[in-house]
């Protein structure tokens, strides 16, 4: 199995993606090492603050030395040149908030999967021009699993991941999940309050939490 469907394979399976970020490099690590006790084994890091670089060099170094098994993304990537540079840092996956030619072509090149943001049927249409065969819906809580289960119809060889405003309670999770989804965004998993609080033993229940609440949503579907 290459690169690419591997990590595939890893998201449809956790069935979540964790997504955060945090301006200090020791609270990055720290909440990445609460999700990997609590069982999350492929997280996304955001490209949204000055620190992002550096703080991802610090993770990506922890992740090698202490977490085996832990796919470690980026996001929030808007040009080749902030992919370019995440891919030399260790990058295991890439994710954009739109459609970008040339991160695609450059994630293809070193065999790593490439998630791009996708709203419209057009917009799909282009991402499946580009060899895509999986995109992040976005805003989900605006577009709503009756969106998904619309399309789906018309790409019935994409895989859809809905990312922003999830919220992590059974009947909203039932609902994205009847309609097929690979997984779901968790940007809802780090709130601003554990990142402040450093709560990392919350943080860690509540990814078990929500992984098992996935699996019996899963096993009764």
Same mark, same amino acid.
């Given at each position: 199995m290459d690169k690419k469907a591997e990590l595939k394979s890893l998201i449809k399976e956790q069935g979540i993606v964790p997504l955060y970020y945090a301006a200090d490099a020791g609270v990055s690590i720290e909440l990445m090492r609460a999700m990997y006790q609590g069982g999350i084994r492929t997280t996304?890091?955001?490209?949204?603050? +000055?620190?992002?670089?550096?703080?991802?060099?610090?993770?990506?170094?922890?992740?090698?030395? !202490?977490? =085996?098994?832990?796919?470690?993304?980026?996001? &929030?990537i808007k040009n080749a040149e902030a992919a370019r540079e995440y891919i030399? !840092?260790?990058? @295991?996956?890439?994710?954009? =908030?739109?459609?970008? +030619?040339?991160v695609i072509e450059l994630s293809d090149k070193?065999?790593?999967?490439?998630? =791009?943001g996708c709203m419209t049927p057009s917009e799909i249409i282009r991402a499946e021009s580009c060899g895509v065969n999986m995109v992040k819906l976005f805003p989900a809580n605006t577009l709503g699993p009756s969106y998904i289960e619309a399309v789906q119809a018309l790409? &019935?060889?994409m895989t859809f991941l809905p990312t922003?405003?999830? +919220?992590?309670? +059974?009947?909203?999770?039932?609902?994205?999940?009847?309609?097929?989804?690979?997984?779901?965004?968790?940007?809802?998993?780090? &709130?601003?309050a554990v990142i402040e609080n450093q709560l990392y033993d919350d943080?860690?229940? @509540?990814?078990?939490?929500?992984?098992n609440l996935i699996k019996t949503i899963r096993e009764s579907i």
């Open positions: 996304e890091y955001a490209n949204r603050g +000055e620190q992002a670089m550096k703080n991802f060099k610090e993770m990506r170094k922890a992740c090698d030395a !202490e977490m =085996p098994g832990m796919r470690l993304g980026i996001g &929030t030399d !840092e260790g990058a @295991e996956f890439l994710v954009c =908030p739109g459609i970008l +030619e040339s070193h065999n790593l999967l490439c998630v =791009p790409f &019935t060889d922003g405003g999830i +919220e992590l309670n +059974e009947d909203n999770l039932r609902g994205w999940f009847k309609v097929g989804v690979c997984a779901v965004g968790g940007s809802k998993m780090i &709130t601003k943080l860690s229940k @509540e990814c078990q939490r929500a992984l």
